[in-house]
């Protein structure tokens, strides 16, 4: 096969297939099984080595779309697992034509259209969380590369604090700067926490039970003890397991008293405040001096894409500025988001997220979540009701916790291997797929409703289909 030039002409022929193929497997995605029993086996035909000629862009697509049992319908109404969304039809198509104009979207020059729509989008977003609108922002890959954005401005501030310029001298000179959580603490908070160079060692999990609340006390101990010196006050807006919110007003008030900063995990709670419903969850929120979410998760569109709002843009600048001659920084108005975030090329996901906020606007989205909240409460309902079924904790938000404790089991150990086993039940079932988790140290499901596409009846067989293989 020549050089791809040579068949410019397949690119239509390529286009069409794609498409046909894609309708097809969303038009099915309300009704197919979310993960093919196959599709370990299916994988297995991608082996062998590089080809010398490759056979063009047509038969490579036909190989692959071969393939697609292989495929798991997370986009689709009935993946529960990982609080994942999926894609609006104006967040899809607006993805799609982001492919196909192929703008890096860190440079203003290099995409006024990309970059602009970012600008809007951020503070469409902030409107919607009702957050101040004079916050900085910048889109991101999701909630890990948001709370690195979110960390290093943090890292920046304390750095002034202490009189050091941390960009330019490193972190050699730097005392450590404590974190103070609770346990609610994600796993991606982690990682930021560890390529900022923060060190994991100086998080503190202050927890006053064994589901990770947040022990406020200890934590105005611990600040009090710090006499002044710079910390970060790390709340988090919507817990994996169980959907609980930490005391973030409490929070908010102690870090002002004491000096720190306060960083806010909304990675998919900070959409509560879309909702008056739901809003006083994350009060105190808009005093935050960070505040970061996932967009690949309750804003439903396709992966991938988070955003991190800082109180001052100046620390975004601070943290991820740079200049070269052939590389505009941009300014105030015209903003280069490469100099705003981690990435300096970066996919134009701002065209998705403009487009599914023009779409359905603010109505919309507060439809959305207090649907998806109302259903985790339906089938936290059905699990209270189920005889065989112990629901662990309330289903505040979208997120319902919950285990088998069939009838005469008592042992703690038999217990979770009975939940271990039917969590892979469910997996190798899928019908719908949500998986195991370690809650108060009890092996136990937490199944997420976060897909726009979601129904009554999608929600239903999260407790249906449980019971039936338990039964099994």
């Known amino acids: 096969m020549p050089d791809p030039l040579e068949r410019k002409d397949e690119l239509s022929a390529t286009l069409d297939l794609v498409t046909t193929a894609a309708r097809a497997f969303l038009e099915e995605l309300d009704e197919a099984p979310v993960r093919d029993p196959r599709a370990d086996d299916v994988v297995d035909a991608f082996t062998g080595r590089l080809p010398e000629s490759g056979d063009g862009a047509v038969a490579a697509l036909q190989e692959l779309l071969e393939q697609l049992p292989a495929a ?32 890096n979207n860190g440079i203003w020059i290099a995409s006024p259209l990309g970059a602009r729509l970012e600008q809007v989008a951020l503070a469409w977003l902030l409107d919607l969380f009702d957050l101040p609108a004079g916050w900085g922002g910048v889109l991101t890959t999701g909630a890990t590369m948001a709370n690195f954005s979110a960390v290093a401005a943090a890292r920046h501030w304390a750095g002034e604090q202490h009189g050091l310029d941390i960009e ?16 609610y603490f994600h796993a991606s908070a982690e990682k930021a926490v560890a390529m900022a160079g923060l060190g994991t060692g100086n998080v503190h999990r202050l927890v006053s039970d064994a589901a990770g609340r947040l022990d406020l006390a200890e934590l105005d101990r611990s600040l009090k003890a710090l006499g002044g010196k710079p910390a970060i006050v790390w709340a988090t807006a919507g ?31 900070l959409f509560a405040r879309s909702s008056p419903a739901l809003a006083p969850l994350g009060r105190g929120i808009e005093r935050a001096q960070s505040v970061i979410a996932d967009g690949h998760k309750w804003l439903n569109v396709p992966y991938d894409c ?40 970066r996919r134009a996901r701002s065209l998705a997220v403009w487009a599914t906020l023009r779409a359905y606007g603010r109505d ?18 059905q699990v209270e009701r189920a005889p065989e079924l112990e629901l662990l904790a309330p289903a505040v938000l979208n997120v319902v916790c919950f285990r088998a404790h069939p009838e005469g089991v008592r042992d703690p150990a038999e217990l979770d291997r009975v939940n271990r086993e039917l969590g892979e039940a469910v997996v190798a079932d899928g019908r719908i797929l949500f998986g195991t988790t370690l809650y108060e140290g009890k092996v136990a499901f937490r199944p997420a409703i976060s897909n726009w596409r979601t129904t009554e009846a999608d929600a239903d067989l999260i407790v249906s289909v449980t019971r039936e293989l338990l039964a099994r």
């Open 239 to 269: 817990g994996v397991d169980n959907g609980d919110f930490d005391p973030i007003d409490a929070m908010a008030d102690l870090a002002a008293e004491h000096g720190a900063w306060l960083q806010v995990d909304g990675a998919f709670g």
């Open 72 to 103: 798991t319908r997370s986009a689709g109404p009935r993946f529960f697992h990982f609080v994942i969304g999926g894609g609006t039809p104006a967040a899809l198509g607006a993805d799609w034509l982001t492919s196909a104009l192929d703008q």
């Open 168 to 183: 330019r001298d490193g972190l050699a000179g730097m005392p450590a700067v404590p974190i103070f959580t609770s346990g």
């Open 306 to 345: 988070g955003f991190a709002f800082v109180h001052d843009a100046r620390y975004l600048h601070a943290a991820f500025g740079g200049s070269a001659p052939y590389l505009p920084a941009g300014t105030e108005t015209h903003p280069s988001y490469a100099f705003l975030g981690p990435e300096m090329s």
């Open 364 to 381: 919309g989205y507060r439809a959305l979540v207090e649907r998806h909240c109302a259903l985790a409460r339906r089938v936290a309902e």
